[in-house]
């Protein structure tokens, strides 16, 4: 079977197509809004959404060429139906719709988590079930027991910010361009350890909880004493020690959520997905993990079509008639309960 696969949940906009008999990823297109949105230091629904409707055909059109395929080719369509910006949502959830309905194919709707969740699927085939999940994404952080395709427990999640909320926002603090997760990461990997100390929240809460607001106020606190000390723009090395201090505090409340989760389950295989595992430190220490450890390609890292293609691909059994669609943009993944219009 031919899956097209949509993405169109936030400033991403992914096509590709997969082919669930040769489990093979036959070509994949995206375009990236980071740099309209860049201007105004965030993501602006309407513009993201206006976007999508004008990249969904092209970007379509190029992923059927660079795979030799034609339209009548496709069997079936994925697209993300959430969670994600309800306007963004919509402009994927209704070109998958319409395509799929004039092409007279079925539809599948994919849970936008379970994509990520997936993605280190498609480049290390061997991941075998049960796993634990990491999922680190702009919008989530969640630690889910994975026992099989649909089979999701979720053992613990962030309260407030997720981690890549915290990394953006700490990244616009210290005066980086958005979305500045990455880039704070590499200004880190220039910073000196234990320069600056950042509490590590919830660390001993006794489960598998997390919390990232309180460590962007800790952040702010500190920025505006060395502010008074050495005057807006900080030295550097001290903006690098801060990026530091900020990553490991992260780093260090993933690491020992997950160290428990895999000692409270007895799973041995941690499947770590979304943007901030695209993390280097993040990464290196995780390895560390007396676990087997899977990360996604960092292409698959962040939004992209792939990892909806892929994802429905295993749930093929879903294909419904294209009649009628709605979105999810608050949608759990262990729980289907809260769709709307
Ligand atoms: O999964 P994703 O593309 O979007 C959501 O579904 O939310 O994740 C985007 C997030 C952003 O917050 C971005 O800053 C973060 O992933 N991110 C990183 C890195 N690369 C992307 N955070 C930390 N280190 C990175 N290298
Ligand atoms: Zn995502």
């Known amino acids: ?100 309905f004039s092409l007279n194919k079925p539809v599948i709707e994919v849970h936008h988590l379970e994509g990520h969740l997936l993605s280190p699927l498609l480049s290390e085939p061997e991941i075998q079930f049960p796993f634990i999940a990491l999922l680190v994404s702009g919008g989530h952080t969640q630690i889910i027991a994975v026992r099989g395709i649909g089979n999701y427990t979720l053992l613990g999640e962030s309260i407030d910010d997720a981690a890549g909320e915290a990394f953006d926002k700490t990244a616009k603090l210290l005066g980086l361009p958005y979305p500045g997760g990455a880039q704070l990461s590499q200004l880190a990997a220039l910073g000196q350890p234990e320069k600056f100390h950042f509490p590590r929240p919830m660390l001993h809460s006794g489960d598998l909880n997390m919390s990232f607001s309180g460590l962007k106020t800790a952040v702010i606190t500190t920025v505006n004493r060395l502010r008074a000390q050495h005057g807006f723009r900080l030295p550097e090395n001290i903006r690098h020690d801060l990026c530091r201090a900020f990553q490991d505090a992260v780093i260090d409340v993933l690491f020992a959520k997950v160290q428990s989760a895999l000692h409270q389950t007895g799973i041995s295989q941690l499947v770590v997905a979304g943007g901030v595992s695209a993390n280097d430190a993040l990464r290196e220490q995780l390895k560390t993990l007396n676990a087997q450890v899977f990360f996604p390609r960092l292409e698959w890292c962040t939004d992209n079509g792939a990892m909806i293609a892929f994802a429905g691909a295993q749930h093929l059994d879903k294909a419904k008639e294209a009649a009628g669609f709605t979105v999810a943009p608050r949608w759990s993944l262990c729980r289907e309960n809260d769709s709307i219009q």
């Open 1 to 100: 079977m031919l899956v097209l696969g949509i993405e169109s949940s936030c400033d991403e906009t992914g096509v590709a197509l997969f082919d669930s008999n040769a489990n093979r990823l036959l070509s994949q297109t995206l375009h990236t809004q980071m740099a309209m949105h860049a201007e105004y230091g965030g993501v602006v629904p309407e513009l993201a959404s206006r976007d999508h409707i004008k990249r969904l055909v092209p970007l379509t059109k190029r992923c059927l060429q660079d795979a030799q395929k034609q339209y009548n080719d496709i069997d079936v369509i994925a697209y993300t139906k959430g969670p994600g910006l309800g306007g963004a949502l919509l402009a994927g959830a209704a070109f998958a719709n319409a395509l799929a």
